[in-house]
């Protein structure tokens, strides 16, 4: 135990090595690491939390990573100290990422002010996204104060960054054709910031109209609160354009939410869901853990879906057993 | 138990007395009455399913009950049996309901082909609504194959309705400044029609370029299957205009899904999440009807809250204890 509190103390110093390792740590799947990692975490929760986490989600092709970068750079010249993080739906199962790979930001990754991290990989997104919460905290426990955590716009991974996170940003590249389909209606749900990128060359008019669009689109639909309205911007990484707009908007919506109160509140409201969704995948986790209890569960599921029993009454059953 | 016997067979004939005596019982919190009406339920269940389920969601002066009237009308018309059923979150807690009161929808409820039924009270939303799914299983059973679903637009309630109908339409007035907010969010997510309301007279005018902004803004965004656009109609309840254009949306949206075979696929997807709610929701009633185990999850909530604990092991000392 006394490897956790050095281990602790390390963390605390910003030692970049000792992070490295806290990190490691929070996503092993052993019980006796699994135990440790909670001591640790539990040892310098009250250094988490002085951070900007924002969540930064874009389809394969938006340019996302090369933005980060950009970003990430102007924030480090800027005097702060920059986690970047991920959560990639690809690494569960297969234990494989193609995001959050330092390889893909060599600048950035340069830097002593700049922390790069991939996706842990697991058997649930649930399981990814608590480590990589608890990654997080680590990150801000070693002194980073501004976060950003990687995602692919697929679904689930969207709402559990979004879930995790003070501000939603998505990077979209128009000028593909993908502008035709619509705006995913998970954008108009979590989207603090709509980014469209690669705004540069011959795609900077289709770009230029698009960001009109997706803004008309935006502004008639209301927002998740009074005190920040939804922004959309362009940028091109490439030619280093936007990119300090981006970082004076996550600034300012940071200020805005606080001004009215309700950045905290988000971030309460967000600790207790987390508290609520363990309980509940807990419970369930130990209900398939007995082969029997799976069993039974996969059964009701196809009388339910065929109308042979009634969904209460299924669930009961499996619950009295 | 042959009262039950006795009751489905009467359910099954379509008796209108046999179907509110089964949705009180269905309604009561008794254990016995639990049990019996699970007992109904399951000798009815292969006689359910053969309707078109619609809920119907709108904020107060929306007109919704007077379209919903003029619509049930309608369909009688067209020799349909139509119940009106209601999920009213102000009946959570206080035992009162404003909607589908039956001196509401006056004209309809002369008539045999038609049976409206207030919203179930209850101590939670999930246990109205379940109650709400398991009324509309009982008209089913008595052959009523159109059922409308009322709701207030107050979050969860919408959702709560939304998964447990085929489709979901808004009711909106506007005219009395609300446009000027923009769309809910939740409309954009869950609506399958949009209905301008009270397009006549002065506002008239009002409701044509609502019904203009709205369609386009929901043309920007993906709809939620390939096989429906979202459809914004003008109505007039009162000068019954457009009443039977919404009818023929949906049939017509009935006709789209089932061709595209996703009809069915929207029902089982609902059964399953109703199984695994029940599940969960059966698990934390439980551990929260232990007062010691309440005040635990009280003072945890507090703690992680207040960062002083970690979520997930706050989580699991609760349950390990």
Redesign the interface.
Known sequence: MSDTADLATALRSGDRRALARAITLVESTRDDHREEA?SL??AV??A??RSIRVGISGPPGSGKSTLIEALGLRVVGQGHRVAVLAVDPSSVRTGGSILGDKTRMVDLGRSDAAFIRPSPTGGSLGGVA?RTR?AM?CCEAAGFDVVFVETVGVGQSETAVADMVDMFAVVLAPGGGDEL?????GI??LADALVINKADGDLAAAAHRAAA??A??L??????SEAWTPTVLECSALENRGVNELWATIESFRASLTAAGEFDIRR?DQ??S???A???D???D??RADPDVARRLAE??QA??A??????????A??DA
């Open positions: 909670e975490l539990g929760l009250d988490t939390g608590r608890e905290l389909q619509g705006i995913k209606r108009v749900e669009d997706y008309a689109a502004g008639f639909v209301r927002a998740r309460q600790a207790r987390w508290m609520w363990e309980l509940t807990t419970m369930v130990r209900l009701a599921e339910v879906i109308d042979e029993i009634l969904p209460p009454v299924a669930a009961r499996i619950l």
